[in-house]
């Protein structure tokens, strides 16, 4: 298969080069072999997230690491920022983990208002504030920054899903003075899905040695404690580290500011293209995902001959999710994909609207 062919929302195209390196040979994670590779890749992946602070890596999707935010987090209420399915899932999360969840629900597509989240934490005492930043449901993209200040004004942490945001989205975890960032492997790093990063300030790990019911798999205690000394905590994927390895690589080459750059054209070339055609894009352009849109079928027109007609031109991009499955689709306009991909992607829909 041309790379170049592969636009849903997560999992995104992997580079062959990429792929090649999990064929790589098995060693001892508990070994000088795999140390050297866990150190080259703290110094890695830290310049992704723009941070000093370790990075722990977890052999899981995504959603484990919400749920260690979840479980290592300080006790008390959490309120949800919703505005999707899967900002909807964090909340869940937080629920299954036994906490009580107050949701600050929008529509999907739209953001939330600091200033509104700044009254509602001030009307009652919360532990900690969740928060999507790229809306993978839906295109939004939300401004952490400021809602991430807004909470620790109101003595709160902020605990944010970057799943399908960092490494395509502008995120700076040192300088934005963040508590909790993860993501997963699938979106804008470009890799195979099955491991998940994430990064925890001081506080929010202080705050975690004192929480009791921390659970096992997802102790960021003890991820702390290996990744210091340049272990995994359990058995890591060993085939998804080499892959990770050159991945970095090639991200640092690239550098990631001129990362950042290239997802927001490549953003620009696909809302054009939705304004010409007069499709809506379902995200409130106050805040759109330079990773992925989610883009309102033309009425009339029945998804799956839709995504067939662009099937057949060697193209894949993604139905909508959730209540928006039957009347979006979305394309992954992330990781490795470049202009000249999208615009080959945007050809093919546009080929398969027209014959509709």
């Known amino acids: 298969m041309t790379f170049g062919t592969f636009f849903l929302p997560g999992p995104t195209e992997v580079h062959p080069d990429v792929l090649r390196a999990m064929s790589q040979p098995m060693m001892s994670h508990r070994g000088p072999e795999f140390e050297a590779i866990?150190?080259?890749?703290?110094?890695?992946?830290?310049?992704?997230?723009?941070?000093?602070?370790?990075?722990?890596?977890?052999?899981?999707?995504?959603?484990?690491?919400?749920?260690?935010?979840?479980?290592?987090?300080?006790?008390?209420?959490?309120?949800?920022?919703?505005?999707?399915?899967?900002?909807?899932?964090?909340?869940?999360?937080a629920e299954?983990?036994?906490?009580?969840?107050?949701?600050?629900?929008?529509?999907?597509?739209?953001?939330?208002?600091?200033?509104?989240?700044?009254?509602?934490?001030?009307?009652?005492?919360?532990?900690?504030?969740?928060?999507?930043?790229?809306?993978?449901?839906?295109?939004?993209?939300?401004?952490?920054?400021?809602?991430?200040?807004?909470?620790?004004?109101?003595?709160a942490l902020c605990l944010i899903d970057s799943v399908s945001g960092l490494a395509g989205a502008e995120l700076k975890f040192d300088e934005w003075n963040l508590d909790y960032v993860l993501t997963g492997s699938q979106k804008a790093l470009a890799l195979p899905p099955g491991l998940a990063f994430c990064v925890a300030s001081e506080k929010f790990m202080q705050l975690a040695r004192a929480?009791?019911?921390?659970?096992?798999?997802?102790?960021?205690?003890?991820?702390?404690?290996?990744?210091?000394?340049?272990?995994?905590?359990?058995?890591?994927?060993?085939?998804?580290?080499?892959?990770?390895?050159?991945?970095?690589?090639?991200?640092?080459?690239?550098?990631?500011?001129?990362?950042?750059?290239?997802?927001?054209?490549?953003?620009k070339v696909v809302l054009d293209w939705a304004e010409r055609m007069g499709l809506r894009v379902m995200a409130n352009p106050?805040?759109?995902?330079?990773?992925?849109?989610?883009?309102?079928?033309?009425?009339?027109?029945?998804?799956?001959?839709?995504?067939?007609r662009v099937a057949d031109q060697g193209i894949t991009v993604g139905t909508g999710y959730g209540k928006l499955k039957a009347t979006t689709f979305r394309i992954g306009h992330m990781g490795d994909h470049t202009v000249e991909t999208i615009q080959r992607c945007l050809a093919a829909c546009e080929k398969a609207l027209k014959s509709s």
């Open 38 to 93: 866990f150190v080259r890749i703290q110094e890695g992946i830290r310049k992704v997230f723009l941070t000093e602070r370790p990075v722990f890596i977890s052999t899981s999707s995504g959603t484990g690491m919400m749920e260690a935010a979840i479980r290592c987090a300080t006790g008390g209420k959490i309120l949800s920022l919703v505005n999707g399915a899967f900002s909807e899932r964090f909340a869940t999360i």
């Open 211 to 267: 929480t009791r019911d921390r659970g096992t798999y997802f102790d960021l205690v003890e991820y702390d404690e290996f990744t210091r000394n340049r272990q995994a905590p359990n058995t890591p994927a060993i085939s998804l580290y080499y892959a990770l390895d050159l991945q970095l690589g090639r991200i640092l080459e690239e550098g990631i500011e001129a990362r950042w750059a290239r997802h927001l054209a490549m953003q």
């Open 96 to 155: 299954s983990c036994g906490r009580e969840v107050e949701r600050y629900q929008v529509e999907w597509g739209e953001i939330h208002d600091p200033a509104e989240v700044g009254r509602r934490l001030a009307a009652g005492k919360f532990a900690a504030v969740t928060v999507a930043h790229s809306e993978t449901s839906s295109g939004a993209l939300e401004d952490v920054r400021a809602l991430s200040d807004m909470a620790h004004k109101h003595g």
């Open 286 to 308: 106050a805040g759109r995902s330079p990773t992925v849109s989610c883009i309102e079928l033309t009425p009339g027109v029945e998804m799956n001959s839709f995504l067939a």
